[in-house]
Nanobody
Framework: QVQLVESGGGLVQTGGSLRLSCAAS????????MGWFRQAPGKEREFVST????????YYADSVKGRFTISRDNAKNTVYLQMNSLKPEDTAVYYC???????????????WGQGTQVTVSS
């Protein structure tokens, strides 16, 4: 079993930055691929970014490419999402998830956190 806890969400103005964190416990963290997802009101959850267990591979949704950066610190059992140049359309609840292999969709992830709200004001 893996427990995931996100933090770092908040209210920011357009063009601002936030860094989300997701702390994991319960299993060898470096064996897990990690992902970030988001869900805006009235919309389906969507893939944002993912990173392999040792951090060698990363993938991004086109909508965030060049603005968001995923990273991980396996010594701290934490994955991060650095979000720059934020736009109002980035407003959503952001979730992290874990799986034994890297995935680039919302399907198949074994473990999910509870989410953290990100609101970007115009």
């Amino acid at each position: 079993q893996v427990q995931l806890v996100e933090s770092g969400g908040g209210l920011v103005q357009t063009g601002g930055s936030l860094r989300l964190s997701c702390a994991a416990s319960g299993r060898t963290f470096s064996s897990l691929a990690m992902g970030w997802f988001r869900q805006a009101p009235g919309k389906e959850r969507e893939f944002v970014s993912t990173i392999s267990g040792r951090g060698g591979s990363t993938y991004y949704a086109d909508s965030v490419k060049g603005r968001f950066t995923i990273s991980r610190d396996n010594a701290k059992n934490t994955v991060y999402l650095q979000m720059n140049s934020l736009k109002p359309e980035d407003t959503a609840v952001y979730y992290c998830a874990a799986h034994r292999t890297i995935l680039t969709t919302t399907l198949g992830w074994d473990y999910w956190g509870q989410g953290t709200q990100v609101t970007v004001s115009s």
